[in-house]
């Protein structure tokens, strides 16, 4: 079955870094975009970037533009997010998640979902 | 950025109900809203995609339309196991974004 399992979550100072990663197994992930989302203690959900299937595109919220890279490893079947001069407004619980797309007939456009979610890696910045 | 706002922030409702949620976004997005259904300390779970295309393994009393900006997740003969956070989110546009949800509760 579809598994993913973040790791690298701890506690760290303001302008540290941090580095996620999330090991998937399950389906063949040389084939899919990859996403992380985050959701602060009793708040909302807060997409934060979207690698392709190949590490060729990616975007990220403005939010965390210049501070964090995601990337991946495709024959580790591991997605990562490098999070630099971290800010406790990046204090979250992380997950990545699995794209999935449905092909609109009437439109031709590629709709895209969060098939899978890993089960979220916390993330506290604090002095 | 697109905002999602859903309607009502939270809902009392008893086993047996049917039961409506509302999102709206503040743009068109023609089809291209989910639903996820959340509990707590877990990660979300995908419910609908496409607005209205049930996701395998989801059963069939929940069901999703809406093409535009307004959008409606139902729930019909509510179970014990569906009182959880439903959570609508926009894949029109980069930033996706995500409604602040709606809290089903037991009443």
């Known amino acids: 079955q579809v598994q993913l399992v973040e790791s690298g979550g701890g506690v760290v100072q303001p302008g540290r870094s941090l580095r996620l990663s999330c090991a998937v197994s399950g389906f063949t992930f040389s084939s899919y975009g990859m996403h992380w989302v985050r959701q602060s203690p009793g708040k909302g959900l807060e997409w934060v970037a979207v690698?392709?299937?190949?590490?060729?595109?990616?975007h990220y919220r403005d939010s965390v533009k210049g501070r964090f890279t995601i990337s991946r490893d495709n024959s580790k079947n591991t997605l990562y997010l490098q999070m630099n001069t971290l800010r406790p407004e990046d204090t979250a619980v992380y997950y990545c998640?699995?794209?999935?797309?449905?092909?609109?007939?009437?439109?031709?456009?590629?709709?895209?979902?969060?098939?899978?979610w890993g089960q979220g890696a916390l993330v506290t910045v604090s002095s | 950025d697109i905002q999602m706002t859903q309607s009502p922030s939270s809902l009392s409702a008893s086993v047996g109900d049917r039961i409506i949620i509302t999102c709206r976004s503040s743009?068109?997005?023609?089809?291209?809203l989910n639903w996820y259904q959340q509990n707590p300390g877990k990660a979300p779970k995908l419910l609908i995609y496409a607005a209205s295309s049930l996701q395998s393994g989801v059963p069939s009393r929940f069901s999703g339309s809406g093409s535009g900006t307004d959008f409606t997740l139902t729930i019909t003969s509510l179970q014990a196991e569906d009182f959880a956070t439903y959570i609508c989110?926009?894949?029109?546009?980069?930033?996706?974004?995500f409604g602040q949800g709606t809290k089903l509760e037991i009443k």
């Open positions: 690698i392709s299937y190949d590490g060729s595109n990616k």
């Open positions: 998640a699995k794209e999935g797309a449905y092909y609109d007939t009437l439109t031709g456009g590629l709709e895209y979902y969060f098939e899978y």
């Open positions: 743009q068109r997005i023609s089809t291209y």
């Open positions: 989110q926009q894949t029109y546009s980069t930033p996706y974004t």
